[in-house]
């Protein structure tokens, strides 16, 4: 059973500082891996997807990595802002339909 | 780019009462959508896969007959929360995939904040 493992849960940081945020999976038999921001009680915004042949994807500030080997992930944020604050979410898809979500990581990014 | 576009936002009903919530893929045809719980500080839950013309799978312990699914056109999914309690207060998303762009990519509404009283 695949499983997705968010760390931290929760992260502060100063404005400015460039971070990482963690994503590990379970079972490395995946199609793609998806990172989502989601804004409190709001939808889910797609960020960035790597396919399982890929290594990495970047947009603006952002880049995700993915070692599908060892079943990790990792999404880094440059110079973050206060407007970066919101909830990352890593999901991974086995194939077909479903997609498994982390329970995220709670970003706070102080002025 | 895909737009799902789910309403209502947010509703607050009487225990007992029945609420529809619809998920619309608005510039692409999905076959295939999906319904998502999520509790507070918690992550997404897929209760259902929704099926244009056929029934809905849904996932263990999810109440078929507690959560109607109805996907009658390839642009239209529908969620009906029946007799409606307070432990269902939660906050309820759909998702679509475009078929016909690469790569699968899930697209996701702005969800629905449901409150029992």
């Known amino acids: 059973k695949q499983e997705v493992t968010q760390i931290p849960a929760a992260l502060s940081v100063p404005e400015g500082e460039n971070l990482v945020l963690n994503c590990s999976f379970t079972d490395s038999a995946i199609y793609n891996l998806q990172w989502f921001r989601q804004d409190p009680g709001k939808g889910l915004t797609s960020l960035l997807l790597i396919q399982s042949s890929q290594r990495e994807q970047t947009s603006g500030r952002l880049n995700a990595s993915l070692d599908k080997s060892s079943g990790r992930s990792t999404l880094y944020i440059a110079a973050s802002q206060p407007g970066d604050s919101a909830t990352y979410l890593c999901a991974v898809s086995p194939g077909g339909f479903k997609t498994i979500f982390g329970a995220g990581t709670r970003l706070f990014v102080k002025a | 780019g895909a737009v799902v576009s789910q309403h209502p936002s947010r509703v607050i009903c009487k225990s007992g009462t029945s609420v529809k919530i619809e998920c619309r893929s608005l510039?692409?045809?999905?076959?295939?959508m999906f319904w998502y719980r999520q509790f507070p500080k918690q992550s997404l839950m897929l209760m259902a896969t929704s099926n244009e013309g056929s029934k809905a799978t849904y996932e263990q312990g999810v109440e078929k007959d507690k959560f109607l699914i109805n996907h009658a056109s390839l642009t239209l999914s529908t969620l009906t929360v029946t007799s409606a309690h307070p432990e269902d207060s939660s906050f309820y998303i759909c998702?679509?995939?475009?078929?016909?762009?690469?790569?699968?990519?899930?697209?996701f509404g702005s969800g629905t904040q449901l409150s029992v009283l």
């Open positions: 510039d692409f045809q999905a076959t295939t």
């Open positions: 998702s679509a995939r475009d078929e016909d762009r690469a790569f699968e990519k899930l697209f």
